[in-house]
């Protein structure tokens, strides 16, 4: 990556960012490994799609560097992965060593599905930035990326 | 439980869009897809950069694939894909679904028929949504196939959305148009009907394995034999059916375009379309200003509108006032 701007560039460049459209926020939503149950990521599509998102579906069975190769061609903000299949902790880990190996780690990593508590620390070291609970309310989901995104500002 | 939010989460840069240029015309992933979001957006200081790119285009043949919704548009890009890559291809795709005209969100399920491509280092697929704009493309379309373009990418195909019988925008984007039919979906009398099947340079027929492709094909050929729709062209566009599901004539279909392709190059044809879609372009960004400029707010704009209200203006006097051009009105 070139890191030869001053960061007087970057604020100049943003301050003609801001007189255009509000940002569309774009999120890929994705299953991986060997789990066959999709109804709640189309769920959460739909509630992220009525919140103005745009969101990519990517279907079923992926490997996570197809899934961080289809995240950083469609430029999403928030790459969610909904998984119940129990094998969370090797899927998200392989899924984070792709995302900085591509250097890409400026994509936010949403974890949901079938999660217990007693993961949710090494899911965080593997790069995981948001763990959605099963019963989590559909406006929380929104308001918890949307805030994301603003505090991220404009890339 | 409630949601867990790691706040250590370090804050990344923005990067001038001119310093992406050299990125984008050297390839790289990520820049190329800022390039296109910044396009999209419609950023100001995205616009420099992106003339700078335009410098560096032309080189791509791009084909545009439309058709009804479920006609198999993205499961026939996913099979073109594959066979353009094995033949040493970079292709680009931009694939374009609708957005919800009530929250400006949009579901973009293209790539979930593009299982193939996914992990192809040669392709780079890319979904767009329309945000407002009808035609059956997006606004900003033509600057993502630039960026493309730029980048090296050829051939570029533009995936349109779910179209009707009208929505024939892609003409003036593409150079090799091809439109997908669905079998069973009409009689002959649809094939003789003006409008999108009139654009085809090659006409496809999906799910060949289906029994009712047959008489579509004829259907379609039918119509064919009734005399090129353009006067001008030797070009005689094919009529193939193709099934994404087993493979079959995907092989056919690709040499068709390719045909094509050449036959434009050959021709005076190349040039012509060059110049329509150039002429569409800049009309279109124009068309577009002006919308924008009027939706800021124009001197006057109430007091016309009071006048054609009251019925002391009528709303083409009115329009005429507000340009400027009262003079110009044409015998009416």
Known sequence: MNMNMTTKDGEAAIAKTEAATPPTIRVLVAKLGLDGHDRGAKVVARILRDAGMEVIYTGLYKTPLQVVNAAIQEDVDVIGVSLLSGSHVPLFRELGRCIREQNADHIAIVAGGVIPEQDYASLMDCGVDVIIPQEARADLIVSTIRDMIAARGRI | ?332
Request: glycine content about 8%; hydrophobic content about 40%.
């Open chain 2, 1 to 332: 439980m409630t949601i867990v939010t790691r706040s250590n989460k370090p804050r990344p840069v923005y990067r001038p869009s001119m310093d992406l240029v050299p990125e984008v015309l050297a390839g790289n992933t990520l820049s190329i897809s800022r390039m296109i979001s910044r396009a999209e957006a419609g950023y100001a200081e995205a616009s420099d950069a992106l003339a700078e790119i335009y410098k560096h285009t032309g080189k791509a043949h791009i084909i545009g694939i439309t058709g009804v919704p479920g006609a198999g548009k993205s499961t026939l890009v996913s099979s073109l894909i594959k066979a353009l890559t094995a033949d040493g291809h970079k292709v680009g795709v931009i694939a374009i679904d609708p957005s919800s005209p009530f929250s400006g969100g949009a579901i973009l399920g293209d790539r979930v028929r593009m299982n193939d491509a996914a992990e192809a280092t040669r392709a780079f697929v890319r979904s767009m949504a329309t945000r407002g704009h009808l035609g059956g493309l997006a606004r900003s379309t033509f600057q993502a196939v630039d960026v493309l373009d730029a980048a090296g990418y050829s051939p570029i195909i533009i995936e349109t959305v779910g179209v009707g019988q009208d929505e024939v925008e892609i003409v003036t984007a593409a150079h090799t148009v091809v439109v997908l039919s669905a079998p069973g979906l009409g009689d002959d009398i649809q094939a003789i009907k003006a409008g999108i099947l009139e654009i085809a340079d090659v006409h496809a027929v999906s799910k060949a394995d289906k029994p009712e492709a047959a008489a579509t094909v004829s259907a379609l050929q039918g119509m064919m034999a009734l005399g090129p729709v353009r006067d001008n062209s030797a070009w005689n566009t094919p009529v193939l059916s193709v099934s994404s599901y087993s493979g079959e004539r995907i092989q056919d279909l690709k040499d068709a375009i390719d045909r094509h392709w050449e036959h434009l190059k050959e021709s005076q044809e190349l040039a012509e379309r060059q110049h329509n879609i150039c002429r569409a372009r800049v009309l279109g960004t124009a068309k577009h200003l002006f919308q924008q400029k009027f939706d800021q707010g124009i001197d006057g704009f109430d007091e016309q509108l009071q006048a054609v209200m009251h019925r002391n203006a009528d709303p083409s006097v009115a329009a005429l006032a507000l340009l400027g051009w009262e003079n110009e009105r044409q015998g009416q």
